[in-house]
């Protein structure tokens, strides 16, 4: 079974694709991850990622492919999360796929609106001097403005501020657009709304998991 999982930042989609290969006993291949370790050699992948931008569509492919090729006996089923988000990418995919007698069962997209994505990450807040995250809304300091782990002040990243935020939501939709088209198109697209509690979209996307099976 080869599932991928597609979502804005804060959409929730790297929790559930966590809760869900321990569930259903899948591979979690985040190219996030990858792009995080090829960013240790490699400069030039580094300046993308600090930027926030995303590693050229093709040369993700032929990470993705590597990895693949290898073909791990852990990874027979596989949860994708960050691949394919172009349709090159999931041509290539499902091609690669097929050839071994596999296909792409199932896409999901954890849909979610800008205002919610933005509430979820400029509540965000870090501590200057031991670099703890909480959460205004979900996880709140004891006291306001000051870290419960070692009395440091708590900001707000540059990164996090609203403006950035909309920007970052803008940058995948930008992206993902034509590909979610062309899967609607195919009737291959399965959206399921990301702006409700976690334990209530894993219920919804166990189910749906299920069916495939
Ligand atoms: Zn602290």
């Known amino acids: 079974m080869n599932i ?3 979502g804005a930042p804060a959409s929730g989609k ?23 370790e090829l960013a240790k ?23 993705v492919m590597d990895l693949l090729k290898d073909e791990k006996p852990e990874m027979k089923d596989i949860l994708f999360e960050g691949f394919p988000r172009f349709i090159s990418q999931y041509e290539a995919l499902e091609r690669f796929l097929k050839n071994k007698g596999d296909d792409i069962d199932a896409v999901i997209s954890l849909e979610i609106s800008k205002e919610e994505v933005v509430r979820r990450i400029s ?7 031991c670099g703890e995250v909480f959460n205004l809304v979900t996880n709140p300091p004891k006291e306001k403005g000051v870290c ?15 403006e950035s935020v ?13 590909l979610m088209e062309y899967l609607d198109s195919h009737k291959k697209l399965e959206r399921v709304d990301g702006n409700r509690p976690i334990d209530v979209i894993f219920e919804d996307l166990s189910k749906f998991i299920e069916t495939l099976k």
Do not use: W
Request: aromatic share 8%.
């Open 4 to 6: 991928v999982l597609l």
């Open 14 to 36: 790297g929790t559930q694709a966590e809760m869900l290969s321990k569930k259903f006993n899948l591979y979690h291949l985040q190219t996030g991850g990858i792009a995080r």
């Open 41 to 63: 050699k490699d400069e030039r992948i580094k300046e993308i990622v600090d930027s926030g931008k995303l590693v050229p569509e093709n040369e993700m492919s032929m990470y």
């Open 123 to 129: 509540s965000r807040v870090i501590c200057s001097k």
């Open 148 to 162: 419960d782990k070692c009395g440091g002040e708590l900001i707000q990243r540059d990164d996090d501020k609203p």
């Open 166 to 178: 909309e920007e970052r939501f803008e940058y995948y939709k930008n992206n993902t657009e034509k």
